[in-house]
């Protein structure tokens, strides 16, 4: 099988050389993402694939669930590089319907040390029983529950210290929330997006209030 990978391996750069043959020279010379993408490590969803972008044009970081924990230092680490070293301003936050960490994390099973990963996702299905509730059936609530999950992840980036510093310096970064369709291949925006603007006004309002 590894030797049918370096095949096909090299099948793409030939082929991506005859259609464009300064390709790997552009890529090689310079890192200048437009995004940075946060998002599941299912491998059905490549994130510049469904997005439709080229590797150059977005620095990425997945785990199971698309989860953003506080004291995730890898994606901590990632999110710094993007904001302070390659000045990307518009990061996304991208959750899929369907997803196995979201469905993990509603079963009543054991499954090791996810199960201490996915626990933001429980504690989220636990605060929004009433509205999931409403849902028709059990794939609708954990499509839902994706759904939540990402405007979560949101919120949870835009109250990174390393956000925070960019607003605060005047970087106009913006951060959204999108969900992917693994039956159509459609991305969706869930308008939860934040942006420098939402930072400046809950920066007044924290004044006044002192």
């Given at each position: 099988m590894l030797n049918d990978l370096l095949a096909r391996n090299v099948a793409w750069s030939k082929q991506r050389y005859d259609e464009e043959p300064d390709y790997f020279t552009r890529l090689a010379a310079l890192q200048a993402?437009?995004?940075?993408?946060?998002?599941?490590?299912?491998?059905?969803?490549?994130?510049?694939?469904?997005?439709?972008?080229d590797p150059g044009e977005v620095f990425?970081?997945?785990?199971?669930?698309?989860?953003?924990?506080s004291s995730d230092m890898n994606l901590l680490s990632a999110l710094e590089f993007a904001v302070d070293a390659l000045h990307v301003r518009e990061i996304i936050v991208c959750g899929h319907y369907g997803c196995g960490g979201v469905k993990a994390a509603t079963e009543d099973l054991p499954h090791g040390l996810a199960d201490h990963w996915l626990e933001p996702i429980r504690r989220l299905a636990r605060s929004y029983a009433v509205d999931l509730g409403r849902e028709p059936d059990l794939e609708a609530q954990r499509d839902r529950l994706a759904e939540l999950n990402v405007?979560?992840?949101?919120?949870?980036?835009?109250e990174t210290p390393i956000l925070q510093r960019a607003w605060r310096r005047g970087a106009d970064v913006r951060v959204h929330?999108?969900?992917?369709?693994?039956?159509?291949?459609?991305?969706?925006?869930?308008?939860?997006?934040?942006?420098p603007g939402h930072f400046q006004a809950a920066q007044s309002t924290q004044e006044a209030v002192q």
């Open positions: 993402p437009e995004f940075f993408w946060i998002g599941c490590s299912d491998s059905r969803v490549p994130a510049n694939v469904v997005a439709g972008l990425v970081h997945r785990n199971v669930a698309n989860i953003v924990h405007v979560e992840g949101v919120r949870r980036v835009c929330g999108l969900i992917y369709g693994l039956k159509d291949g459609r991305l969706r925006d869930l308008d939860c997006s934040i942006g």
